[in-house]
């Protein structure tokens, strides 16, 4: 089994409004299944932001244990 994380999107809306979100999913591949096993959705608008963070976390091959602590951090600052 492989780890791997990738950027979600959202689209949410309310009465008059779309916005589109971005976040991120910790996906365990094993031959031609890919099943998400964490995920945390609308952490940013910014996509650029969100795609250095999953590129960072599969480039460092980050723990899953870690994955929880990686967004707290991104989110506070």
């Given at each position: 089994?492989?780890?791997?994380?990738?950027?979600?999107?959202?689209?949410?809306?309310?009465?008059?409004?779309?916005?589109?979100?971005?976040?991120?999913?910790?996906?365990?591949?094993?031959?031609?299944?890919?099943?998400?096993?964490?995920?945390?959705?609308?952490?940013?608008?910014?996509?650029?932001?969100?795609?250095?963070?999953v590129?960072l976390?599969?480039?460092?091959?980050?723990d899953k244990?870690?994955?929880?602590?990686?967004?707290?951090?991104?989110?506070?600052?």
């Amino acid at each position: 089994m492989k780890y791997k994380y990738i950027p979600t999107q959202t689209t949410l809306a309310d009465d008059k409004f779309y916005r589109t979100s971005w976040g991120v999913a910790l996906v365990e591949t094993s031959g031609d299944i890919a099943v998400v096993i964490d995920e945390y959705s609308d952490i940013s608008q910014n996509i650029e932001d969100i795609t250095n963070l999953v590129r960072l976390c599969n480039e460092m091959e980050l723990d899953k244990s870690h994955f929880a602590d990686v967004v707290e951090d991104f989110l506070a600052k």
